[in-house]
T-cell receptor
Framework: LAKTTQPISMDSYEGQEVNITCSHN???????ITWYQQFPSQGPRFIIQ???TKVTNEVASLFIPADRKSSTLSLPRVSLSDTAVYYC???????????FGAGTRLFVKA | KAGVTQTPRYLIKTRGQQVTLSCSPI?????VSWYQQTPGQGLQFLFE???????NKGNFPGRFSGRQFSNSRSEMNVSTLELGDSALYLC??????????????FGPGTRLTVT
């Protein structure tokens, strides 16, 4: 499994757009990039997954450059309830992503 | 569909005892995985079961074991508990492989405290 590197923490204010970048230099050809969100004392929740270019859903967007060595999770207009830990994972569909890493602790202020 | 359920939600045990945690996956999901989460080590993978067989295993001692039943429900057992086993134990299920989106669905966890 490709190792991922993310910032340990980020601060933002309500209403701002937040971009969290994940580095995965050793990503394999059949690997996808998946992001999870976790609130304290809860299990992680799937946010978004992508392979290349851009993926958007009702919660977030995921930007993946052509070389796929990094990816950026974009959260538009964050609110206080977006304060959480965000994990980036890399692995093959049908394979198994076992390494969550330390994640990025996002703190949204009023 | 009901989500992943875990029982019990909270548990207090004494060092040296053993404990069994239970997980019921989402209906139709055959893969169940277990994770241990602690403030110091983060989220660490314990093992994965698929169709009653252990398919993947993390780097934990043999005191940690699990099993899966024919209805996909899974149990995790920790024997000879140590203080360091105090953690949030999370169970996750996912659909069969081959789906275009490979997401895991996590339960609320069991908070185990070892005294």
């Amino acid at each position: 499994l490709a190792k991922t590197t993310q910032p340990i923490s980020m601060d933002s204010y309500e209403g701002q757009e937040v971009n969290i970048t994940c580095s995965h230099n050793n990503i394999a050809t059949n690997d996808y990039i998946t992001w999870y969100q976790q609130f304290p004392s809860q299990g992680p929740r799937f946010i978004i997954q992508g392979y290349k270019t851009k993926v958007t859903n009702e919660v977030a967007s995921l930007f993946i450059p052509a070389d796929r060595k990094s990816s950026t999770l974009s959260l538009p207009r964050v609110s206080l309830s977006d304060t959480a830990v965000y994990y980036c994972l890399v692995g093959a569909i049908g394979g198994f992503k076992t390494i969550f890493g330390a994640g990025t602790r996002l703190f949204v202020k009023a | 569909k009901a989500g992943v359920t875990q029982t019990p939600r909270y548990l207090i045990k004494t060092r040296g005892q053993q404990v069994t945690l239970s997980c019921s996956p989402i209906s139709g999901h055959r893969s169940v995985s277990w994770y241990q989460q602690t403030p110091g080590q983060g989220l660490q993978f314990l093992f994965e079961y698929f169709s009653e067989t252990q398919r993947n295993k993390g780097n934990f001692p043999g005191r940690f074991s699990g099993r899966q039943f024919s209805n996909s429900r899974s149990e995790m057992n920790v024997s000879t508990l140590e203080l360091g086993d105090s953690a949030l134990y999370l169970c996750a299920s996912r659909p069969d492989t081959g789906t275009s989106v490979d997401e895991q669905y996590f339960g609320p966890g069991t908070r185990l405290t070892v005294t």
